[in-house]
Nanobody, 116 residues
Framework: QVQLVESGGGLVQPGGSLRLSCSAS????????MGWYRQAPGKQRESVAT???????NYAHSVKGRFTISRDNANDTLYLQMNSLKPEDTAVYYC??????????WGQGTQVTVSS
């Protein structure tokens, strides 16, 4: 069992920046795929960004150019740098760890609210 703990969420103004962190209770292997997902009120959870152990990334069109996902395997931590935040980015953000093709772990989520 792996525990994931997100941090860094909060209230920010439109155009502002925020960095989310996700710490794993166990060693993150280079073969593990990790990602950030979000869920807004009344909406389904959607993928924001993913990253492989080798550093290959994939972003949702809505955040491409504004968000950057990265990982530090040595410190078992996943990051999401969010710039130029918009009100529509408001959601609960979740950290996800995928092991193989069928096993996955989720964090408890951290609230990000973009409002003036």
């Amino acid at each position: 069992q792996v525990q994931l703990v997100e941090s860094g969420g909060g209230l920010v103004q439109p155009g502002g920046s925020l960095r989310l962190s996700c710490s794993a209770s166990r060693r993150i292997l280079s073969s593990n795929v990790m990602g950030w997902y979000r869920q807004a009120p009344g909406k389904q959870r959607e993928s924001v960004a993913t990253i492989t152990g080798g550093g290959s990334t994939n972003y949702a069109h809505s955040v491409k150019g504004r968000f950057t996902i990265s990982r530090d395997n040595a410190n078992d931590t996943l990051y999401l740098q969010m710039n130029s935040l918009k009100p529509e980015d408001t959601a609960v953000y979740y950290c996800r760890l995928r092991i193989g093709s069928i096993t996955e772990y989720w964090g408890q989520g951290t609230q990000v609210t973009v409002s003036s």
